[in-house]
């Protein structure tokens, strides 16, 4: 098969290209390089620098091709807060652009990256997907939005659509920006260089952790599997953990324990947990890699943790607050 992927130089989109190119597919990357990198790609896999809203190279880029992966996104919580314009922008407005040209090049198929964050502060855990959205950010705001438009596209041009809402993934390589890291390599980071970490809220806050490998096979079985056509799923470990537990998990793994510092502000929803019984049923989606073992290959695997790159000095005083609400 013909594929495309858009943002497919980043943590999951080239993990998901490299995977299919290995599986000898030709695949097609498109990346604006806002976060991606081209070193992460396979040398097989073809790769185009460009913006998703650029309707003519996407035009080239889609001829013959069977399906599309869009996962081109924003994806920083608090950074949407602070410019909304610009989350609607790629989020919302690349999307559409996207499927104007699907529409145009008679694509068949197109599977969305969604997250996990549109459910919002819910009172029924595990979250399913007939719950009313609750989004609570512009990012979640502008991630249904993109859901809603790619479904009703598709339901007009006769395009197969899937969305798959993806919660807390992790896994070797995934981006540690200065501010508002993810919460799963800025606690190993810490714990390896004897840093301290302030944790927002009381730390019971809970998330569904999911390791790259299994979100890759959901999003792989996504493009092939019937009868999904303009259906949401999740995909999550369907394990809930509290962020005091991941805390203990990463200083057991490390042999550094992390004392947290405390901010009892903030901290987002207080439980989001997926439900993935229809992941089951629709993707023959089952998790193999449980939340210990995953921090495991994430530290050996990922060459930032290895004893010989690590930070000389201590991080005492980079005391950076880790982002568990993004997806």
Known sequence: MKFLVTGGAGFLGAAL?????RGGHTVRVLDDLTTGDPERLARNVLFTRG????VPKLWTLLQDVDCVYHL???????ESILYPREYNAVNVGGTVAVMEAIRDAGVKRVVLTSSGAVYGAQLQQPVHEDLPPNPDSPY???????????????????IETVCLRIFNAYGPGQPLPPSHAPVIPQFIKQALNGGSLVVFGEGGQTRDFVY??????ALEAAALARQIDREVINIGSGEETALVSLIDLVGRLTHNPITPLRNTS?????????????????????????????????VERDPRFSPSRRDTAPLTERRLSPDPRAS
């Open 212 to 217: 790259i490998d299994d979100v890759i096979d």
């Open 266 to 298: 903030g901290g987002g929803v207080k439980r989001l947990w997926a439900n993935i019984g229809k992941a089951h049923a629709l993707l023959n989606y089952h998790p193999k890699v449980g939340l210990e073992e995953g921090l495991r290959l994430t």
């Open 51 to 54: 913006d998703v809203t650029d």
């Open 72 to 78: 081109a996104a924003r994806v920083s919580v608090p």
């Open 17 to 21: 290209a490299n995977r299919l190119a």
């Open 140 to 158: 979640a705001v502008s991630k249904l939005a993109a859901e809603h438009y790619v479904r009703t596209i598709g339901a007009l041009w006769n």
